[in-house]
């Protein structure tokens, strides 16, 4: 019997200095029926050529180009050329243990599973200097009976048969995304929403040991570079909020939000926490500036109504500030000035630490 082709597709965006280590780290695997193809965003670096080199010399490698439009439209490219009958995604600036797909295959193959799930390393720096920031591995005996769509919503709760909501990090069956008509929905925040759909829509999910993907951890200079990682702006924001009601209303339009109401807003709200700006902005104060502030704060007071005081379950950072974040959305309608200083203030003085 032939080995299954897997296709891994990789978005870029002036990623030249990374793009070696990932694209060594693909062709290093253990598991050679592979197609890799690599979406080129409209790079302004050497980007392409850094691609063009390597498509050069390995016949697995094919390129597009497309206009610039986002994480999300690249993958979408990605998958518009894919012929393998599994899909592995990985982002440009990362990299995969050399086992990654023979090990992904082997199971999928033994379980007849439609994704395969697996850990991850966050790490930064390169060769002797790497160093690991964060560790997250998956302990199958954890997910024996679990429900999958409330692993999903628990990313950011106490639990421990929860799973990463990234699109990285899985193996999926090719047919599952096909048949059901899965695409990424947005530039970017585009990953849980896919996630979402896939996990939904799977007859059989398997989350193996090891965490066989370093998610790398970019230097402020190059991570300013980064769509999702860029300033804090309105576009930024609303896109985020989009993603969120994008899984809202995919689990209406599957009848199972009644069911998950409570696990989506206790998800919802440390969402709002970690990606609607608010951590970045008061937490974190390294962009508390007007136009940081004033796009966070004018966000939250169009999207208020999706806030709710659920935080049941959720880690302690989260749990503590979701019903301040409550009462600052209502100040917002108020003053949005005034909902800045109540931030400010309940960050110095009654935040966790």
Same mark, same amino acid.
């Given at each position: ?32 029926? %592979?197609?890799?193809?690599?979406? +080129? ?10 691609? %063009? ?14 206009? +610039? ?90 639990? %421990?048969?929860?799973?990463? %909501? ?5 193996? *999926? ?37 090891? +965490? ?28 985020? *909020? ?60 169009? +999207? ?10 959720? *880690? ?38």
């Amino acid at each position: 019997m032939q080995s299954p082709l897997v296709t891994i597709i990789v978005p870029v965006y002036n990623l030249a200095p990374f793009l070696p280590a990932c694209i060594d780290s693909l062709l290093q695997q253990t598991y050679t029926h %592979t197609e890799i193809i690599f979406v +080129n965003d409209d790079s302004s670096d050497s980007s392409l050529e850094v691609l %063009t080199s390597y498509q050069q010399t390995h016949k697995n490698i094919q390129v597009f180009s497309q206009a +610039n439009a986002g994480p999300g439209p690249a993958r979408n490219t990605g998958l518009d050329h894919a012929t393998g009958e599994y899909i592995l995604f990985v982002d440009g600036d990362d990299t995969i243990a050399p086992q990654t797909v023979e090990v992904c295959v082997q199971e999928a193959l033994n379980t007849s599973a439609d994704i395969i799930c697996f850990g991850y390393r966050k790490v930064s720096g390169t060769g002797k200097d790497l160093k690991v920031l964060e560790s997250f591995e998956y302990i199958p005996e954890n997910f024996e009976h679990t429900d999958y769509i409330s692993s999903f919503l628990s990313e950011t709760a106490h639990k %421990t048969d929860k799973i990463n %909501t990234a699109c990285w990090g899985k193996l *999926y069956k090719r047919s599952l995304i096909e048949d059901h008509r899965v695409w990424f929905r947005l530039s970017i925040f585009e990953d849980s929403p896919f996630v979402l759909e896939t996990i939904c829509l799977s007859r059989k999910t398997r989350c193996i040991a090891g +965490n066989f993907y370093n998610y790398f951890v970019r230097e402020k200079a190059h991570a300013e570079k980064s769509v999702t990682s860029a300033q804090v702006s309105d576009y930024k924001l609303s896109c985020f *909020y989009a993603s969120d009601d994008l899984m809202k209303d995919f689990l209406l339009s599957q009848n199972l939000f009644d069911k998950y109401s409570h696990l989506y807003y206790a998800y919802h709200n440390s969402r709002v926490l970690l990606y609607g700006g608010y951590f970045e902005v008061y937490a974190d104060k390294g962009r508390e500036n007007k136009a940081n502030w004033t796009a966070v704060i004018d966000q939250l007071k169009k +999207n208020r109504h999706s806030l709710t005081m659920r935080r049941k379950g959720l *880690y302690r950072a989260f749990r503590k500030r979701i019903p301040f974040l409550n009462i600052g959305a209502f100040i917002s309608i108020i003053s949005p000035r005034a909902a800045h200083h109540f931030f400010r203030m309940y960050e110095k003085t009654l935040a966790p630490r």
